[in-house]
């Protein structure tokens, strides 16, 4: 079974960072190109970054573009995302998705629960 | 505002055949047949409706069918039932802005 357990949510003060994590289990994660996504209260979705089965190649929001990095450890079937300079317009549910045919075509077949975040003083 | 264009709400009966329009740009939605549909119903994830514009994933009802003219992405829904009642969103790259989920369809079941 395909899965996708986000983890490292919580309460932050504006300016601060956190890490979040992405274990995928039920297929080889390493085959696969990976995003995060976001979802704002009561807003809808918004893209957020992509990174390659590999590793190699990266892809930001503008949004988030010099705040927040993607990276994967494909030996521990993880993808992260670390955000930095956090401010209240961060505050969402982050989830992690599968994208199966490579990102021009933007399909993701598999996403986790998501982990909520919340930027405040 | 997304760069992608959705209606805010549609609403239908039990039975009946709606469409959700997502309209772009030839930069985007207009340039090939890469859309995607999510369904999202309440508190959980998206889930994957459709995908390079008129593909369906395995398991997801025939009722579900994507179309695409011009700059515009549609996804039809035959067929309502209770349980399609849910927020929808169009995906696509662009080459202007990168990314894009359109802002999203709530649909009603009447």
């Known amino acids: 079974q395909m899965q996708l357990v986000e983890s490292g949510g919580g309460l932050v003060k504006p300016g601060g960072s956190l890490r979040l994590s992405c274990a995928a289990s039920g297929f080889s994660f390493s085959d696969y190109y990976m995003s995060w996504i976001r979802q704002a209260p009561g807003k809808g979705l918004e893209w957020l970054s992509y990174i390659s089965s590999s590793g190699s190649t990266i892809y930001y929001a503008d949004s988030v573009q010099g705040r927040f990095t993607i990276s994967r450890d494909n030996a521990k079937n993880s993808l992260h995302l670390q955000m930095n300079s956090l401010t209240a317009e961060d505050t969402a549910i982050y989830y992690c998705?599968?994208?199966?045919?490579?990102?021009?075509?933007?399909?993701?077949?598999?996403w986790g629960q998501g982990t909520t975040v919340t930027v405040s003083s | 505002q997304s760069a992608l264009t959705q209606p805010r709400s549609v609403s239908g009966s039990p039975g009946h055949s709606l469409t959700i329009s997502c309209t772009g740009a030839s930069s985007d939605v207009g340039g090939d047949n890469y859309a995607s549909w999510y369904q999202q119903h309440p508190g959980k994830a998206p889930k994957l409706l459709m995908y390079d514009v008129y593909q369906r994933p395995s398991g997801v009802p025939d009722r579900f069918s994507g179309s695409r003219s011009g700059n515009t992405a549609s996804l039809t829904i035959s067929g309502l039932q209770s349980e399609d009642e849910a927020d929808y969103y169009c995906?696509?790259?662009?080459?202007?802005?990168?990314?894009?989920f359109g802002g999203g369809t709530t649909l009603t079941v009447l």
């Open positions: 998705a599968r994208d199966p045919w490579g990102p021009w075509r933007g399909g993701m077949d598999v």
């Open positions: 995906f696509s790259y662009s080459a202007t802005h990168g990314w894009l």
